[in-house]
């Protein structure tokens, strides 16, 4: 029940950047267009070739970090795929620091327990 507390209050401190951020950038391509489900060959006709490519640490698949420019603003923004090549995951954050958040999430759920599921 901690664990899950924490959780929730980590990502209601999370909501207020990614708001603002998904406002700056919602026009972007990467932002507006990648869905759920897409492949990487749709995702890099979207948003061209990613920065760098990573191998995913947490769970199979591989994730492409991207770069987001608007006037006074950068951000980086990064598009997950699971071990299919399908895309499961976009946000505003490096492949690295979704990787950790990964991490930590199972981290607090073999520490609770499990949960009883």
């Not at 406002?23 to 920065?51: C, F, H, N, W």
């Not at 946000?91 to 499990?114: I, P, V």
């Amino acid at each position: 029940m901690k664990s899950a507390l924490l959780m929730f209050a980590a990502l209601l401190t999370a909501l207020p950047g990614c708001s603002s951020n998904s406002q700056i950038y919602r026009d972007q391509p990467l932002v507006a267009k990648v869905e759920t489900g897409m492949s990487k060959e749709q995702v890099e006709q979207i948003g061209g070739p990613p920065l760098s490519v990573t191998n995913r640490s947490v769970e199979p698949g591989i994730c492409f970090d991207y770069k987001l420019t608007q006037p006074g603003h950068q951000h980086p923004f990064n598009v997950s795929f699971d071990d299919q090549g399908k895309v499961d995951h976009k946000s505003f954050m490096t492949c690295a620091e979704w990787s950790n958040t990964q991490q930590k999430a199972r981290e607090s759920r073999s520490a609770g327990g499990g949960g009883g599921y």
